[in-house]
């Protein structure tokens, strides 16, 4: 089973500055098959990006993502307020299909 | 639009059952795979396996054996997830999710609420 350790647990930035979260993988990840997802409070994950770096449907071009084979990074250019949120990376390269324990981004 | 509408939540008592349901619009229900995961309280994100829509064959992920079963009615496009002999360690959201052409997840159930608890 591929572990992944996201970091920082949690990252205080204000809005509009740039975030930028690590997505690690205990062994590399297959054809770059690593997805990221936002989730508020009380709602559901949202998926953000696939494939490593394709943004998802209707996601804000200030998303982008990229990285392979054990390190990934989100990184948000400039940060709404609604931008405000845990954000989780998973693999799909191999089943099990495993997320990280998820980067809390708050407001400083 | 594309939409998965998950059952509303419930409290059931240890060793009882529980059954959530998925009901999917705005795509051909057999044409994508159909997944479960679970998110206990204040934790992140489990993947519990997933169900074949064509065929109906489930797959379970390790711990996610035994008491859980997937299943389909193909004929109201809904995906249902039942848990037996419950434990208090059941509690937790559980969220559908379709699988659209790799296994991202893309869109999710707004989850349902099981609470375990006497």
Same mark, same amino acid.
């Given at each position: 089973e591929i572990v992944l350790t996201q970091s920082p647990g949690t990252l205080s930035l204000s809005p509009g500055e740039r975030a930028t979260l690590s997505c690690r993988a205990s062994q590399s990840v297959s054809s770059r098959s690593l997805a990221w997802y936002q989730q508020k409070p009380g709602q559901a994950p949202r998926l953000l990006i696939y494939g490593a770096s394709s943004r998802a449907t209707g996601i804000p071009d200030r998303f982008s993502g990229s990285g392979s084979g054990t390190d990934f990074t989100l990184t948000i250019s400039r940060l709404e307020p609604e931008d405000f949120a845990v954000y989780y990376c998973q693999q799909?390269?191999?089943?099990?299909y495993t997320f990280g324990q998820g980067t809390k981004l708050e407001i400083k | 639009q594309v939409q998965l509408v998950q059952s509303g939540s419930g409290l059931t008592k240890p060793g009882a059952s529980v059954k959530v349901s998925c009901k999917a619009s705005g795509y051909t229900f057999t044409s994508y795979a159909m997944n479960w995961l679970r998110q206990a309280p204040g934790q992140g994100l489990e993947w519990m396996g997933w169900i074949n829509t064509n065929t109906g064959n489930p797959t379970y992920a390790q %711990?996610?054996? %035994?008491r859980f079963v997937f299943s389909l009615d193909t004929s109201v496009s809904t995906a249902y997830l039942q848990i037996s002999?419950?434990?208090?360690?059941?509690?937790a959201v559980y969220y559908c999710a379709r699988a659209p052409r790799a296994w991202w997840f893309d869109p999710w159930g707004q989850g349902t609420l099981v609470t375990v608890s006497s």
């Open positions: 799909y390269g191999s089943s099990p | %711990g996610f054996t %035994g002999s419950l434990k208090t360690e059941d509690t």
